[in-house]
């Protein structure tokens, strides 16, 4: 069963840290980029942060440059977004993602989405 699975979001106040995870199973992972995505309530679904298959490149839009940082192990197939000095504007539900390259998830082109996990920062 293919599956990308988060966990690691939760009620935090601003100004706190949360690490998100995304675990990976049934689908290849190491060769392909990954990234994270989040959709705030009444908001279309918004490009965070990708990572190349590699770990050498990062994208990350602007409002999060900074602030969160992706990485990834290729050996547990997982990947993860930490992130710090959250904002109330933070709170979205975040989806883990995987695309052909960077390039693509940039594009939102994603060719599996993982079920999402919920982030609530509050002032």
């Known amino acids: 069963q293919v599956q990308l699975v988060e966990s690691g979001g939760g009620l935090v106040q601003a100004g706190d840290s949360l690490r998100l995870s995304c675990a990976a199973s049934?689908?290849?992972?190491?060769?392909?980029?990954m990234g994270w995505f989040r959709q705030a309530p009444g908001k279309e679904r918004e490009f965070v942060a990708t990572i190349s298959f590699n770990g050498a490149i990062t994208y990350y839009t602007d409002s999060v440059k900074g602030r969160f940082t992706i990485s990834r192990d290729n050996a547990k197939s997982t990947v993860y977004l930490q992130m710090n000095s959250l904002k109330p504007e933070d709170t979205a539900v975040y989806y883990c993602a995987r695309g052909a390259d960077t390039a693509a998830l940039r594009s939102a082109r994603v060719n599996y989405w993982g079920q999402g996990t919920q982030v609530t920062v509050s002032s």
């Open positions: 049934g689908l290849a992972f190491s060769g392909y980029a």
